[in-house]
C-alpha cells in the first residue's frame, strides 16, 4: 500500500501500476450511455493520452478503450491508488502550505468509501457527482498542491488541472470550475457526450468543489425543512406520531432517516439500493430496515399509535409504497401518512437517479446500459404513477413537497398530472420546500455555514461546537429580532445536541444553519480558538452550495424569487468572484448541482483558518459578502423579509450601502398603462 509521501509524487509511470479494474465489493456507478460517434470515440481516447508520455500509449490505449466500450467513460482504474482513501490528519500531508494540506485532506475525505456513493468512479454522490474525471487527474492535483507555495493558485477547469499559475498570498490558492459550457450546449445530450470525451464534469455541488462532509451536509436543513413543514402545514411543534415518507438513502438523501429521528416523528425511507441502505443502517442513521411491505405498514402503524420516534429503510421502489399506502386509503379509510417529499437523484432521471418501479434494481441497471430508450420509457411511465398515487393521498390531509432534487420537473417532462392550475411555468400543484419553507429563511439570511476539523480529533469537533453554541448563545441574549428569534432558537438546539446524534461520517465536520452575524462571530472564535491552543490545527469553514447567495436554481434555491429573474445566474457568478477576492482559500463554480445539468449555477468556496489576524480579516470579509449578496438580491426581488435584513444590515455597517426597491402600491395603474 502507497503512503501520502508517494501518490503526491504524480503519474506512477516506471513501473506503471497494476491494473486492477474495478474492485468487488465497492459499490460502482451504472454504465453509461454517451452515445459517442467513432471520431468522438476516437478523441475521448486521444484526450485521456494526453496525461501520458507515448512510451506507454500502446499499453494504456487498448485498456482506456475497452474502459470506454464497457462503462461510456474512461476512468482510468490502473491509477486508482492502493492507499486507504480517508481524511488524514491535516499534518501528515506533505506540503508547503497549510492551505494545500487542508484541501487534500478535503478530496481525500470526498472519496472516502464511507463516504462517496461511488467511490472508484470518483462519485461522491448524485449519482454523477463528480470529484474528478478520472484517477489521472487525482494523482496530478495532489502532485501539485505538495509543491504549491503562498504565491501560487492551482486553477481545474471541469476536474483537469491547468496547472500552477503565479498569484499573490492574499488570492485563493485554487480555482475551480465545473461544467462551464456554452450556455446553447447545456442539454443533457450535450453533457453525455462531452463527460465521456473527458473534457467537463458535472461536480453537483460539494463533490467538485471538495466540500462535501457526508450526509451530515444536509440533515440540519432537512431537520428545519420536516420541522417547518410540521409547522407550516399541520400547524403543529410536536411531530410524535405523525408519518414522513420520502425515498433515497443515498450520499445526501441518507440525511432523511437521522433527520426524522432528530424531528421526532416516524420517517418511512424506501431505497432501491440495497448497499446503500445497509451502508446507512450500520453507519447508525437508519434505526430499522424491511424488504417486506406488509411489515412495513404494520410497523409504521405501531409506530404512528405508539407515538415512537423512528427511521424505518424500506428496500424496494418508492412508488410501491406511495401505491400501498393509497391501497390502506382506500380499502380502509385510514391515512396512514402526514408529510411527503423525494430525494430521488431525478436530475439524472436516466443513468441511475431514478429506478422505475417496473424492474428491479438490477434488471434496472441492465437495461439502462442496453436499451437506454426502453428505459427512459419506463422511468416516464413510473414517475406518472408515482405521481397519481400522491395526488390521490393529497385529496386528503396529507402534505407533499419537493424537494429541490427536479422530481416534479421530471415528472412533468413525463406527462405527469403536477402543474398549479393558474400558476407560472415554474410553480408545480406542489410548492418546492423553498417556496413554502427555507425560502424565509435564506430571505433572513440563514444558511447551512459548516466547518471541518483538520486534525482530525474528534475533541476538536467538541470545542468548536461549544464555542458556536457560546456565541449563539450571547447573540440571543444581547437581542435579535423577532423575524429570527425562531431560527436562532432552531439552530442553538440543534448544535447543543449535535454531538449525541453521532453525525460524523469522514471528517471532523459540523453543519450549522447560521446568518451573517452568527457565520462571522463564529469564524472569529474558531480562529481565536485556534491561536489560543484550544484546537489543535487549522479548520476549513465553507457552506453548501445551497444557501443564501451561493445558487441561482428556479425549480430550487431560486423558486420562491417572482420578479422575473429566478432564470438569471448573476447572483452565484457574483457570489464565486467575490468570494475569491474577499479572502476564500478556493472557490468553485458549477453547472448543474441539485435539479441537474443546465438547469442550476452554484457556487462554493473553503476558506482556512490558522489563528492569524490575517485568517480572521479574511473570515470577516469574505463572510458577510457571502451572505449580504443573496439577501440584497431578495431583497431587490421584492421579499420583505429580505428587505428587513439587509436594511439591519446596513444599520451595522456603514460601507455597505445597497439598491433598495420601491413598491408599487397600486397595481391597477399597470393594467391602465398598458392600454394607451
Given at each position: 500500500?502507497?503512503?501520502?509521501?508517494?501518490?503526491?509524487?504524480?503519474?506512477?509511470?516506471?513501473?506503471?501500476?497494476?491494473?486492477?479494474?474495478?474492485?468487488?465489493?465497492?459499490?460502482?456507478?451504472?454504465?453509461?450511455?454517451?452515445?459517442?460517434?467513432?471520431?468522438?470515440?476516437?478523441?475521448?481516447?486521444?484526450?485521456?493520452l494526453r496525461y501520458f508520455p507515448p512510451e506507454?500509449?500502446?499499453?494504456?490505449?487498448?485498456?482506456?478503450?475497452?474502459?470506454?466500450?464497457?462503462?461510456?467513460?474512461?476512468?482510468?482504474?490502473?491509477?486508482?491508488?492502493?492507499?486507504?482513501?480517508?481524511?488524514?490528519?491535516?499534518?501528515?500531508?506533505?506540503?508547503?502550505?497549510?492551505?494545500?494540506?487542508?484541501?487534500?485532506?478535503?478530496?481525500?475525505?470526498?472519496?472516502?468509501?464511507?463516504?462517496?456513493?461511488?467511490?472508484?468512479?470518483?462519485?461522491?454522490?448524485?449519482?454523477?457527482?463528480?470529484?474528478?474525471?478520472?484517477?489521472?487527474?487525482?494523482?496530478?492535483?495532489?502532485?501539485?498542491?505538495?509543491?504549491?507555495?503562498?504565491?501560487?493558485?492551482?486553477?481545474?477547469?471541469?476536474?483537469?488541472?491547468?496547472?500552477?499559475?503565479?498569484?499573490?498570498?492574499?488570492?485563493?490558492?485554487?480555482?475551480?470550475?465545473?461544467?462551464?459550457?456554452?450556455?446553447?450546449?447545456?442539454?443533457?445530450?450535450?453533457?453525455?457526450?462531452?463527460?465521456?470525451?473527458?473534457?467537463?464534469?458535472?461536480?453537483?455541488?460539494?463533490?467538485?468543489?471538495?466540500?462535501?462532509?457526508?450526509?451530515?451536509?444536509?440533515?440540519?436543513?432537512?431537520?428545519?425543512?420536516?420541522?417547518?413543514?410540521?409547522?407550516?402545514?399541520?400547524?403543529?411543534?410536536?411531530?410524535?406520531?405523525?408519518?414522513?415518507?420520502?425515498?433515497?438513502?443515498?450520499?445526501?438523501?441518507?440525511?432523511?432517516?437521522?433527520?426524522?429521528?432528530?424531528?421526532?416523528?416516524?420517517?418511512?425511507?424506501?431505497?432501491?439500493?440495497?448497499?446503500?441502505?445497509?451502508?446507512?443502517?450500520?453507519?447508525?442513521?437508519?434505526?430499522?430496515?424491511?424488504?417486506?411491505?406488509?411489515?412495513?405498514?404494520?410497523?409504521?402503524?405501531?409506530?404512528?399509535?405508539?407515538?415512537?420516534?423512528?427511521?424505518?429503510?424500506?428496500?424496494?421502489?418508492?412508488?410501491?409504497?406511495?401505491?400501498?399506502?393509497?391501497?390502506?386509503?382506500?380499502?380502509?379509510?385510514?391515512?396512514?401518512?402526514?408529510?411527503?417529499?423525494?430525494?430521488?437523484?431525478?436530475?439524472?432521471?436516466?443513468?441511475?437517479?431514478?429506478?422505475?418501479?417496473?424492474?428491479?434494481?438490477?434488471?434496472?441497471?441492465?437495461?439502462?446500459?442496453?436499451?437506454?430508450?426502453?428505459?427512459?420509457?419506463?422511468?416516464?411511465?413510473?414517475?406518472?404513477?408515482?405521481?397519481?398515487?400522491?395526488?390521490?393521498?393529497?385529496?386528503?390531509?396529507?402534505?407533499?413537497?419537493?424537494?429541490?432534487?427536479?422530481?416534479?420537473?421530471?415528472?412533468?417532462?413525463?406527462?405527469?398530472?403536477?402543474?398549479?392550475?393558474?400558476?407560472?411555468?415554474?410553480?408545480?400543484?406542489?410548492?418546492?420546500?423553498?417556496?413554502?419553507?427555507?425560502?424565509?429563511?435564506?430571505?433572513?439570511?440563514?444558511?447551512?455555514?459548516?466547518?471541518?476539523?483538520?486534525?482530525?480529533?474528534?475533541?476538536?469537533?467538541?470545542?468548536?461546537?461549544?464555542?458556536?453554541?457560546?456565541?449563539?448563545?450571547?447573540?440571543?441574549?444581547r437581542g435579535v429580532k423577532d423575524s429570527v428569534?425562531?431560527?436562532?432558537?432552531?439552530?442553538?438546539?440543534?448544535?447543543?445536541?449535535?454531538?449525541?446524534?453521532?453525525?460524523?461520517?469522514?471528517?471532523?465536520?459540523?453543519?450549522?444553519?447560521?446568518?451573517?452575524?452568527?457565520?462571522?462571530?463564529?469564524?472569529?472564535?474558531?480562529?481565536?480558538?485556534?491561536?489560543?491552543?484550544?484546537?489543535?490545527?487549522?479548520?476549513?469553514?465553507?457552506?453548501?452550495?445551497?444557501?443564501?447567495?451561493?445558487?441561482?436554481?428556479?425549480?430550487?434555491?431560486?423558486?420562491?424569487?417572482?420578479?422575473?429573474?429566478?432564470?438569471?445566474?448573476?447572483?452565484?457568478?457574483?457570489?464565486?468572484?467575490?468570494?475569491?477576492?474577499?479572502?476564500?482559500?478556493?472557490?468553485?463554480?458549477?453547472?448543474?448541482?441539485?435539479?441537474?445539468?443546465?438547469?442550476?449555477?452554484?457556487?462554493?468556496?473553503?476558506?482556512?483558518?490558522?489563528?492569524?489576524?490575517e485568517a480572521e480579516r479574511k473570515a470577516r470579509?469574505?463572510?458577510?459578502?457571502?451572505?449580504?449578496?443573496?439577501?440584497?438580491?431578495?431583497?431587490?426581488?421584492?421579499?420583505?423579509?429580505?428587505?428587513?435584513?439587509?436594511?439591519?444590515?446596513?444599520?451595522?455597517?456603514?460601507?455597505?450601502?445597497?439598491?433598495?426597491?420601491?413598491?408599487?402600491?397600486?397595481?391597477?395603474?399597470?393594467?391602465?398603462?398598458?392600454?394607451?
Amino acid at each position: 500500500m502507497s503512503n501520502l509521501r508517494e501518490l503526491c509524487k504524480g503519474l506512477p509511470l516506471h513501473p506503471l501500476p497494476e491494473n486492477k479494474g474495478r474492485r468487488d465489493g465497492l459499490p460502482h456507478a451504472p454504465v453509461r450511455t454517451p452515445s459517442l460517434t467513432p471520431e468522438e470515440k476516437q478523441l475521448a481516447l486521444k484526450n485521456a493520452l494526453r496525461y501520458f508520455p507515448p512510451e506507454v500509449h500502446k499499453i494504456l490505449a487498448p485498456e482506456f478503450a475497452q474502459e470506454l466500450k464497457l462503462y461510456g467513460h474512461i476512468y482510468m482504474y490502473r491509477f486508482c491508488p492502493d492507499i486507504e482513501m480517508k481524511a488524514y490528519p491535516i499534518e501528515n500531508y506533505p506540503c508547503k502550505t497549510k492551505s494545500a494540506a487542508a484541501i487534500m485532506h478535503m478530496i481525500m475525505n470526498n472519496l472516502d468509501p464511507s463516504v462517496a456513493q461511488f467511490p472508484q468512479e470518483l462519485v461522491t454522490y448524485g449519482g454523477n457527482g463528480q470529484v474528478f474525471s478520472n484517477w489521472a487527474q487525482f494523482r496530478l492535483v495532489m502532485s501539485y498542491l505538495s509543491e504549491m507555495t503562498e504565491e501560487q493558485t492551482l486553477v481545474m477547469y471541469s476536474g483537469h488541472p491547468l496547472g500552477l499559475f503565479p498569484s499573490s498570498p492574499s488570492a485563493p490558492r485554487l480555482v475551480i470550475t465545473n461544467g462551464m459550457v456554452i450556455p446553447n450546449y447545456s442539454s443533457r445530450m450535450e453533457y453525455e457526450k462531452l463527460f465521456a470525451m473527458g473534457v467537463t464534469m458535472y461536480g453537483q455541488m460539494t463533490a467538485g468543489s471538495y466540500c462535501y462532509i457526508g450526509p451530515q451536509g444536509i440533515v440540519h436543513g432537512t431537520v428545519l425543512t420536516v420541522l417547518n413543514a410540521g409547522r407550516c402545514y399541520l400547524g403543529v411543534e410536536d411531530l410524535s406520531g405523525k408519518v414522513f415518507v420520502t425515498s433515497g438513502l443515498g450520499g445526501m438523501s441518507g440525511a432523511q432517516a437521522k433527520a426524522s429521528v432528530i424531528a421526532g416523528c416516524v420517517g418511512v425511507i424506501a431505497e432501491v439500493d440495497k448497499a446503500a441502505l445497509l451502508k446507512r443502517h450500520q453507519q447508525g442513521w437508519l434505526m430499522e430496515i424491511t424488504d417486506s411491505l406488509d411489515h412495513c405498514i404494520k410497523r409504521l402503524r405501531e409506530a404512528r399509535k405508539k407515538k415512537m420516534i423512528l427511521s424505518l429503510g424500506y428496500h424496494g421502489n418508492v412508488v410501491d409504497l406511495w401505491e400501498r399506502l393509497v391501497y390502506e386509503l382506500d380499502t380502509t379509510g385510514e391515512l396512514l401518512v402526514d408529510l411527503g417529499s423525494d430525494q430521488t437523484s431525478c436530475h439524472n432521471p436516466f443513468n441511475g437517479g431514478y429506478y422505475p418501479v417496473q424492474l428491479s434494481f438490477q434488471e434496472a441497471n441492465q437495461l439502462m446500459a442496453t436499451d437506454p430508450a426502453k428505459f427512459r420509457d419506463l422511468v416516464k411511465e413510473s414517475l406518472k404513477r408515482h405521481v397519481a398515487a400522491i395526488n390521490r393521498l393529497s385529496e386528503k390531509s396529507f402534505f407533499f413537497w419537493d424537494y429541490g432534487n427536479a422530481f416534479l420537473l421530471e415528472a412533468q417532462r413525463a406527462g405527469a398530472d403536477v402543474m398549479k392550475k393558474g400558476g407560472n411555468k415554474t410553480e408545480f400543484r406542489y410548492p418546492s420546500y423553498v417556496q413554502h419553507i427555507m425560502g424565509d429563511i435564506f430571505s433572513l439570511g440563514f444558511g447551512p455555514f459548516r466547518w471541518v476539523c483538520t486534525s482530525g480529533d474528534p475533541q476538536d469537533l467538541v470545542t468548536t461546537d461549544l464555542l458556536a453554541t457560546s456565541v449563539l448563545e450571547e447573540a440571543v441574549n444581547r437581542g435579535v429580532k423577532d423575524s429570527v428569534k425562531q431560527q436562532y432558537a432552531d439552530n442553538i438546539r440543534w448544535i447543543r445536541e449535535a454531538g449525541k446524534h453521532k453525525l460524523v461520517v469522514g471528517s471532523q465536520a459540523r453543519i450549522l444553519y447560521s446568518d451573517q452575524r452568527g457565520r462571522v462571530a463564529i469564524a472569529v472564535a474558531i480562529n481565536q480558538g485556534i491561536a489560543q491552543g484550544k484546537i489543535k490545527a487549522p479548520v476549513v469553514l465553507s457552506r453548501d452550495h445551497h444557501d443564501v447567495s451561493g445558487t441561482d436554481s428556479p425549480f430550487r434555491e431560486t423558486s420562491n424569487i417572482y420578479d422575473g429573474s429566478a432564470f438569471c445566474a448573476d447572483m452565484a457568478v457574483q457570489n464565486f468572484v467575490g468570494d475569491a477576492f474577499r479572502g476564500a482559500t478556493w472557490v468553485a463554480l458549477h453547472n448543474g448541482g441539485g435539479v441537474g445539468w443546465g438547469e442550476v449555477i452554484n457556487g462554493g468556496f473553503g476558506l482556512v483558518l490558522d489563528g492569524t489576524e490575517e485568517a480572521e480579516r479574511k473570515a470577516r470579509m469574505m463572510l458577510s459578502w457571502d451572505v449580504s449578496n443573496g439577501v440584497a438580491r431578495r431583497c431587490w426581488s421584492g421579499n420583505k423579509k429580505a428587505y428587513e435584513i439587509i436594511c439591519q444590515t446596513m444599520e451595522e455597517n456603514q460601507k455597505l450601502n445597497v439598491t433598495l426597491p420601491y413598491d408599487v402600491l397600486d397595481e391597477s395603474i399597470l393594467e391602465k398603462a398598458l392600454r394607451i
